[in-house]
Structure formats: C-alpha cells, structure tokens
C-alpha cells in the first residue's frame, strides 16, 4: 500500500531574504509542490517592530510563486541571539510505493482571521484548538499521544486594529502592542493544549491567560508577528501511515539547564543524524534557576526574551553540537515556567 514520506531539510541563511539555499534544493530535485511548511529564525529583535519576519515571509512567498507554490506554511521566528544561526527548516511530503511503518508525519492547517477583541481570550482558545484537530488530521494523526511538536504562528494587536476594534464597540484585552504578543502566544498554546486534551476547554477562563501559568501545553510553540491576522499551524508527530527514515520525540525542560531530560529523549530515539532540534525558552518568572538569582527580568535595556533564547541557545548547543537550532522565545503557557519544550528530528542510521 502507499504512503506518505515527509522529508526535512535544514538550510543556513545570509539574511532574511536569503532565500537561495532553499531554491538550489527545488533546482536539484526538490518538488516545489512537495514543500508544506517552511520553520526560519531570523535574525531580528523578535518584537513587534521585528520586520525580518515580513521580509523572510515575503521572500519565500515570492521564490515559491515562481514555482507555483501558494499554499505552504511560512512561519517566521525572530532573534538569533547569541551564536544561534539564522537558518530555514523545510518540511516536504510525498506519497510514495513504500509500505507504511511508523515514521515523522506533517500537518498544516490555517485558520481564518481572528476578530481583535478575541485574542488571548477563550475565543482565540478555541479557534486554535479546532485549528489544531484539522491539522492533525491533515497528518493522519489519531491519537494526541502521537503528536510531538505543534508550531503555532499567531497574531497581535497593533493601534490600527485596536482602532478598528473600537470602532465597532469591541474592547481588546490590551492596547499595548507588545504585551498584546503574550496574550496571543498564551491564549494559544492553550488552545493546542486543548486539543491535544492536555486542558479541558470549559476549565479555561479569559482571565486564565497570562495569569495561571500551571495550564500550559508540554509539546506547543507559539511565535506571534505583525504580518498575519489568524493563525498558520504545523503540526509533527509520529503515524504509522507514514514511511521514511525520519522519527521525532520530545523533552519538556523543567528549567533552562535541564540537558538531562533532552539526553532521556535521546535515548528513546533510534540511532542516527540529528535533522532539526525545535525548542521554547522563557526567563523563570521566579527570577531563580536552582535556586540562584538571574537578572534576566531585571534587565531595562534587553528583553528577557531575547537573554532565554541566547541562553537556552548555547545549551541546545552544547548538546548538540551545532548552532543552526530553532530557539523560540516567549513560552506563555508553553512549558513549566523557566523550562519548556523541546522537540528532536532524528533520521534513522541505515
């Protein structure tokens, strides 16, 4: 019987309009319309001025017009802190003659434009979870137990759409542009935790977002930006409907130091190459990891989201040995507080 074979490719980046590397891949035999999603860290600020994102995102939709391409995931994270590399991962699927085994499966899915006055609120929950369930049957996956890595890009509120909101008599949960970025990401990695069934929906309040940080999704990242106004969707995990030489597990850091929970993934994994490492990475609202003081919220003059990503950065680095790692700061509801998920893709040896 048929399958589906995902393939993954990860691709180092000049700028944010370097798109090259991953044109030389579709010129050498890449089918254009194979590609469904495309994972880029840019080398940005990461906040709601973070225009590296736009300029990536149009790139890429521009390079795959060119080859008739319109409908993949584009989602763009920004902040390369540290010595993270800027860098593209791109997911391609394909059915192919092989007997199904049990190997990576790829969903995507997009939601429609969120309504203002429901972000990071229950609205902006449930959207996301139903955005989520069509995603993971788009992969073929059943059973949320299957699902190890779900990236969600969502938006945020800008003046103009707080405006508009008004306008119509609706109040927004914030007129702050950048706070409106965690309300967004919270309400909804709440929302893939619903669907997941890590939450139930009817235990989750509007004021529960950004507030009870114990709800949170072990396998979710959340990436907010000015350049869309729903939700972009991807979703791994692992399907028995699925062939290839690629499997993907994940860890859940109880704080920003904890390799040892990466190594037990590891150990799980089969024998192989490293294909992509994915992870969140949040400063502990406790200001303490291990019990000694940090200074990353603290800091006036840095986001402490940019110090986590740079932190947790180097220590996925140690571990793994390469810099190309996608690091995702930002972890409301994503995670213990000061720890977070990080999911692994590793191609079978053989």
């Avoid at 994102?53 to 790139?59: K, L, V, Y």
């Avoid at 997941?196 to 979710?220: G, K, M, P």
């Avoid at 028995?240 to 597990?249: F, K, N, Q, T």
């Avoid at 006036?300 to 040995?321: E, P, Q, W, Y």
Wanted: include cysteine.
């Amino acid at each position: 019987m048929p399958s589906m074979r995902a393939v993954v490719y990860r691709v180092a980046a000049a700028g944010p309009d370097d798109v090259s590397g991953v044109e030389t891949l579709l010129q050498n035999g890449l089918e254009p319309k194979s590609v469904v999603a495309v994972l880029g860290k840019t080398e940005g600020n990461g906040c709601v001025n973070d225009f590296t994102r736009g300029f990536a995102t149009r790139s890429f939709e521009a390079l795959f017009a060119r080859y008739g391409v319109s409908d993949a995931s584009i989602v763009m994270s920004g902040g390369t802190e540290g010595a993270l590399s800027p860098h593209w991962t791109v997911f391609a699927r394909s059915e192919v003659a092989d007997d199904a085994g049990r190997a990576l499966a790829i969903g995507t899915a997009r939601t429609d434009d969120l309504p203002v006055e429901h972000l990071g609120r229950v609205g902006q929950i449930a959207m996301v979870a139903a955005g989520v369930r069509k995603a993971m049957a788009d992969a073929g996956i059943d059973d949320p137990e299957d699902l190890h890595f779900v990236q969600i890009k969502c938006p945020l509120i800008t003046l103009a759409r707080a405006n508009e909101a008004a306008a119509r008599g609706e109040t927004p949960i914030t007129r702050d542009t950048l706070k409106s970025m965690g309300y967004s990401r919270g309400a909804s990695a709440l929302g893939a935790a619903v669907a997941l069934r890590e939450l139930d929906l009817q235990n989750i309040a509007d004021t529960d977002v950004c507030n009870r940080f114990e709800l949170y999704s072990d396998r979710t990242s959340v990436s907010s930006g000015v350049e869309l106004c729903g939700h972009e969707i991807i979703v791994l995990g692992m399907s028995s409907r699925w062939s290839g030489p690629l499997s993907i597990d994940h860890a859940v850091m109880a704080d920003a130091i904890d390799t040892q929970a990466i190594r037990t993934t590891l150990s799980r994994l089969p024998a192989g190459s490293i294909t992509a490492v994915l992870a969140k990475a949040e400063a502990d609202t406790a200001g303490m990891i291990r019990g000694k003081r940090h200074t990353m919220l603290d800091d006036s003059d840095i986001s402490s989201t940019r110090h986590a990503r740079a932190f947790v950065g180097g220590v996925l680095a140690g571990i793994f040995g390469m810099t190309d790692i996608y690091v995702s700061g930002g972890a409301e509801h994503q995670g213990p507080s000061g720890g977070g998920p990080v999911s692994i893709i590793v191609q079978r040896d053989g």
